[in-house]
């Protein structure tokens, strides 16, 4: 292949990802806004999970989220104002 042929393929190449992204933006822009609050929801409900047996909802995979605990910490403010509570509503965790 020539060095010719090669700049051509490379150039239609970055075209058609150029293209697919505009294409992307274009149809999700009207959408977007939604699936962020979606997004949103499920994380709530994935920290209301871990957060179960801390908030005295008694939950037989407790043991298994504790595990996860380390990667709600850092959003753990965020949520508990979402929810509602001005502070924090666990003794161990204080972010307030």
């Avoid at 699936?35 to 909802?57: I, P, S, Y």
């Avoid at 037989?60 to 403010?77: K, R, V």
Wanted: include cysteine.
């Amino acid at each position: 292949m020539s060095d010719e042929t090669k700049g051509r393929a490379q150039g239609a190449w970055a075209r058609l990802i150029a293209a697919n992204r505009a294409f992307e933006e274009y149809y999700s822009r009207t959408y977007r806004q939604s699936l962020a609050r979606e997004k949103r929801d499920e994380e709530d409900f994935f920290t209301l999970v871990v957060l179960g047996e801390a908030l005295g909802v008694p939950d037989p995979a407790a043991y298994y989220n504790a595990e996860l605990l380390p990667f709600i910490f850092e959003d753990f403010h965020a949520w508990h104002r979402r929810m509602g509570m001005p502070r924090t509503p666990l003794d161990h965790i204080s972010c307030c």
